[in-house]
C-alpha cells in the first residue's frame, strides 16, 4: 500500500485558519515589542537622570510616564507571549533558536534583539529603583532631622519662655 500523493504540502505562508489569518507574523509582533522596550528604556533613563537632581515633581512624573508605559504596552507583550507559545519557546532565545529552524532569520534577529534589550531595561530598571530608595532614604534622614531640630527649637522656645 503506497501512501505517495495522499499528503497535501503545505506553504508556511498561507494562512491555515481564520485565526492563522488574522495573526501578524512574528517579525512584525516582535519588532514592536523591541520599540516599547526601546522606549520604556528611554524613559527609565530620563527617570534615573532625574532622580540625581532631587526634583519630586518631576521625579514623580517620569515614573507616572513609566506606569502608563508599561501598562500600554502590555497587550503588545502578552501577543509576545502568545507567539513565543505559538513556537513551543519557553524564553526569547529558545524562540530565537526556533525561529532560525524554520529560516525565519529576521524575526530570530529581532527575538534576540528584544532579549538583549529587555536584559538591559531590566539592569537599568534596578539601577533606578537602587537609586530611589537612595533618595528616599536620604530624605527621611532629612526629614528626621528636621523634625528633631523642630522638637529641640520648639523645647528650646519653651524653656525660654
Request: net charge neutral.
Amino acid at each position: 500500500m503506497s501512501i505517495a500523493g495522499q499528503f497535501r504540502s503545505v506553504d508556511a505562508a498561507t494562512p491555515h485558519s481564520h485565526e492563522a489569518a488574522q495573526t501578524p507574523p512574528v517579525a512584525i509582533i516582535l519588532r514592536q515589542g523591541l520599540e516599547l522596550v526601546e522606549d520604556l528604556s528611554r524613559r527609565l533613563q530620563r527617570l534615573d537622570m532625574l532622580l540625581l537632581t532631587g526634583k519630586p515633581n518631576e521625579i514623580s512624573e517620569a515614573a507616572a510616564q513609566i506606569e502608563l508605559g508599561l501598562k500600554e504596552a502590555s497587550p503588545a507583550f502578552a501577543g509576545i507571549a502568545e507567539t513565543m507559545g505559538r513556537l513551543g519557546a519557553c524564553n526569547l532565545a529558545a524562540a530565537a533558536a526556533q525561529l532560525r529552524q524554520i529560516e525565519e532569520e529576521d524575526a530570530a534577529g529581532l527575538a534576540e534583539a528584544l532579549r538583549a534589550a529587555l536584559a538591559q531595561f531590566a539592569k537599568k530598571s534596578v539601577s533606578a529603583n537602587r537609586r530611589a530608595q537612595q533618595l528616599n532614604r536620604g530624605l527621611n534622614a532629612a526629614l528626621k532631622s528636621l523634625a528633631a531640630l523642630g522638637v529641640q527649637e520648639s523645647g528650646r522656645l519653651i524653656a525660654e519662655a
